[in-house]
């Protein structure tokens, strides 16, 4: 009896331990682009998918992805040192679509649900030792399928 209780004991702080790591673990990229990349970088990484459309208020960028079977735009911020603040992918009608569930566990995310037609789940990675925290931010009319999904460095 006492064997069962330990072995139950120490499987479910296996667990909890995995569900803790879950929870620290987050998401820290969107298309292989991460916060604090450089601009040069990341011009280069998307030469080869996307095409440049446009600049928009001087630090934020508008590309069309090519091919990308699950995102049709994507939206990039930088900062004064011309390194990535945000970035925004927006869905491809018609493709394959990402579910709310892929970017991150949905349990630990703060849910706004909009005039009952419009959700947003954002989940938060609290500052590193460098001091560098974001969010993930995935939104959508869909119950199931986000429309759009960012990264964001905190302010």
């Known amino acids: ?5 330990l072995a139950l004991i120490f499987g479910l702080s296996l667990l909890a331990t995995a569900t803790s790591t879950t929870a620290t673990t987050l998401r820290s990229d969107v298309l292989g682009l991460r916060l604090k990349m450089s601009k040069e970088v990341v011009h280069q990484r998307l030469a080869k ?5 446009r600049e928009e208020r001087g630090r934020q960028e508008v590309w069309t992805l090519i091919n990308d079977p699950q995102f049709a735009s994507l939206f990039i911020g930088y900062d004064r040192d011309y390194q990535i603040r945000y970035v925004t992918v927006v869905a491809r009608e018609g493709a394959r679509q ?10 630990e995310a703060r849910v706004e649900n909009v005039g009952g037609v419009y959700r947003r789940y954002t989940w938060e990675s609290k500052p590193d030792a460098k001091g560098t925290g974001y969010f993930l931010i995935a939104e959508g ?15």
């Open 49 to 53: 998918v996307g095409r440049f459309e």
């Open 98 to 107: 990402m579910r709310y569930s892929e970017v991150a566990p949905l349990r």
């Open 1 to 5: 009896m006492k064997t069962k209780l």
């Open 141 to 155: 009319r869909d119950p199931e399928y986000l429309n759009s999904f960012s990264i964001k460095q905190h302010n």
